[in-house]
């Protein structure tokens, strides 16, 4: 039989994450094998730059993107065997509920995940996904970590182990040149305020002042939504302290796109905890993992603690001119680098056996994880944006209205 797989996304990097995982469920001509992604529409779903950069090396073709209404009916009409939710926490629970409903009983199998390195486990964010029959892994220590976080939800899904899917086609053979370039990987959440970005620009362009070529690699450009708002965006504080700082507005440059572009013989890659770094580490380039604003879980982090590459920006050039850090093996075989074959394909044939025959766990009733968020979520993706923002505009309205009513 063929089995059919939809991923469905809602943002930029997971839908990089989608279509990779797609791609790395077997080859491209696999008979038995139908593959697609759509983008389901929210306020921060990709641009066009964005889409293009996500799919660039995909077999995934260019996704239609779809409000959760036409998505439901969609799949209503043409059920997959296998939906791949890969969305933010609420999105992949509206999206969830939705597909459940339309479907009813002959519902598809339903598999989510994070895309990147998902240390700690968090309450959250398995909270969101309780309804899932599949959440996939991507390192042998995230394995026992999600089922206990799952399990504390009273439930248990399969954990598939997989490769982060960007690094299954990488090997180790572009790290023999002295470094010339340090590519930077920005990241929207880490670190959060403006003195600490500020600082780090700082940092990175004495860096450039050295004997380096210093490459600031953005997630979006200035007015580009991301799967996380980022506050302080890199390219403008740069426009607006550079002067203030003490240097040439040349010194940093900044640049968008697939980060494989980047990582080139020559290049190093330095990143507050950027799973671009594990990207670099495959390829045996010389990587830095930045710890002048601490090792903590809230700065996403703390994985690499052992792994042989924390250190302040100001040691990274003397390290990168001694041809190093040296990751740590064992580190490397635990944390997302692990050379053992990916599960997914396999736990993918056998979910879609199981709704075949009908004996995939029934779904209990779950109750949406924060209730709050979950209906202002449902709201903004099934409402029209201009009646969305004025229900908003008058639930304000009326709230201040009570509480200075409250005050007299």
């Known amino acids: 039989m063929t089995i059919r797989v939809l991923a469905v996304a809602d943002s930029d990097s997971y839908l990089k994450w989608a279509c990779a995982t797609l791609d790395r469920l077997g080859p491209a001509d696999e008979e038995g094998l139908d593959r697609s992604a759509v983008i389901v529409k929210t306020p ?9 950069a996500a799919v ?7 996704p239609a993107v779809l409000p959760v209404r036409d998505l439901a009916a969609q799949i209503r009409e043409n059920t997959p065997d296998v939906v791949l939710i890969a969305a933010t926490g609420p999105v992949a629970e509206v999206v969830a509920r939705a597909i459940v409903a ?3 009983k002959r519902r598809p199998a339903l598999v989510t995940g994070l895309p990147g390195m998902a240390l700690p486990a968090t309450p959250k964010g398995t909270g969101w996904r309780r309804w899932c029959d599949a959440f996939v892994v991507h390192s042998r220590l995230e394995i026992d970590a999600y089922r206990e976080s799952f399990a504390a939800h009273g439930v248990a899904p399969d954990v598939p182990l997989a490769h982060l899917p960007f690094l299954e086609h990488m090997s180790a053979s572009l790290g023999t040149e002295p470094v010339k370039r340090i590519i930077f990987a920005a990241q929207a959440k880490v670190p959060e305020s403006r003195p600490d970005r500020v600082a780090l620009l700082d940092r990175l362009a004495r860096l450039a002042d050295d004997e380096f070529e210093v490459i600031v690699k953005l997630r979006a450009r200035k007015g580009e939504r991301q799967t996380h708002n980022e506050a302080f965006p890199y390219d ?11 240097h040439r507005s040349d010194t940093l440059r900044f640049v968008d796109g697939p980060m494989a572009e980047w990582l080139q ?5 330095m990143t507050v905890s950027s799973t671009a770094a594990m990207e670099s580490l495959a390829l045996g380039l010389s990587t830095v993992i930045i710890d002048d604003f601490g090792v903590s879980a809230e700065l996403l982090n703390a994985p690499f603690v052992g792994s042989g590459c924390v250190m302040h920006v100001a040691d990274a050039a003397e390290a990168f001119r001694a041809g190093g850090p040296e990751p740590d093996p064992a580190w490397l075989e635990d944390n ?15 979910l879609a056996a199981r709704r075949e025959t009908g004996t995939l766990t029934p779904l ?7 209730l709050a968020r979950y209906l202002r979520m449902t709201l903004q993706m099934y409402m029209p944006k201009f009646v969305y923002d004025v229900a908003r505009r008058s639930n304000r309205s ?8 409250k005050q007299a």
């Open 102 to 104: 339309a479907t009813g």
């Open 236 to 246: 403008e504080l740069w426009d607006a302290e550079h002067a203030q700082l003490g």
């Open 44 to 52: 921060i779903a990709p641009t066009t730059s964005q889409i293009a």
């Open 336 to 350: 997302y680098l692990h050379t053992s074959e990916s599960e997914l394909p396999a736990a993918v044939r056998d």
């Open 364 to 370: 209990a009733e779950v109750k949406p994880w924060l």
């Open 56 to 62: 660039a090396g995909s077999s995934v073709v260019r």
């Open 398 to 405: 009326v709230r201040l209205l009570v509480d200075k009513e």
């Open 265 to 269: 013989p020559g290049s190093a890659l």
